[in-house]
């Protein structure tokens, strides 16, 4: 079975450009949860939807925004990139929408802006 | 201060070694504890999870929560060079917005 499928695995952006993560969850799973790990440090929650709807957020700004399609699939979209924003961004699934017993992690997208 | 506190390490033991990891952790909401492993350029996987206070052994893992003081360890026995990897402590709690606080994770590093 395929476990948690992210895409692309690596971009570069531009400052100010807008840049969207996909995410497939593991077959099943109806949640899916976004967390963004800067270098030496452990991951930061973002977002959590289950059944399309969303269910958590994380202290980031308005520039960070996701939604959660009828498969179950994700997308988490950032506009106007700062440097800051340079990150792996995680992507992490489950059967039911409660944190509870851990996520699955995909392997991330690792996104660079220059 | 950070709700979830790790020595980042690096930590270098010897193959069949027992390793030790630690966190500490501020906010008493949490209830639920797991600790990941996160290979380079890999996202984490889930090694072991536990609820409140008590002990959970798999296989060579060993997870130990202790409420009262507010710890959690992880403990690694015959360690292999396989294991190198980070280690990353994570909590959350029933109504916390369904979300893992996650310690800065500790570099481990089993030499041959």
């Known amino acids: 079975d395929a476990g948690v499928t992210q895409s692309p695995t690596h971009l570069i952006k531009t400052r100010g450009q807008h840049v969207t993560l996909r995410c497939s969850p593991i077959?099943?799973?109806?949640?899916v949860s976004w967390y963004q790990q800067v270098l030496g440090q452990g991951p930061q929650f973002i977002f959590q939807?289950?059944?399309?709807?969303?269910?958590g957020r994380g202290n980031f700004p308005d520039r960070f925004s996701a939604r959660q399609f009828p498969n179950y699939s994700s997308e988490l979209n950032v506009n106007a990139l700062l440097l800051g924003d340079s990150a792996l961004y995680l992507c992490a699934s489950s059967l039911e929408g409660t944190s509870n017993y851990g996520y699955t992690f995909g392997s991330g997208t690792r996104l660079t802006v220059v | 201060q950070k709700e979830v506190e790790q020595d980042p390490g690096p930590l270098s033991v010897p193959e069949g070694a027992i390793v030790s990891l630690n966190c500490t952790y501020s906010?008493?909401?949490?209830?639920?504890f797991m600790w990941y492993r996160q290979y380079s350029r890999k996202g984490p996987e889930l090694l072991m999870y536990?609820?409140?206070?008590g002990n959970k052994e798999d296989g060579r893992f060993t997870a130990q929560v202790d409420k009262s003081s507010k710890y959690i360890s992880l403990f690694i026995r015959d360690s292999q060079p396989s294991d190198s990897a980070t280690y990353l402590c994570?909590?959350?709690?029933?109504?916390?917005?369904?979300?893992?606080?996650f310690g800065t994770g500790t570099q481990l590093k089993v030499e041959l």
């Open positions: 939807y289950y059944e399309k709807e969303e269910r």
């Open positions: 906010n008493s909401a949490f209830q639920y």
């Open positions: 536990t609820y409140s206070s």
């Open positions: 994570a909590c959350s709690f029933t109504g916390g917005g369904n979300k893992l606080t």
């Open positions: 077959s099943g799973h109806k949640s």
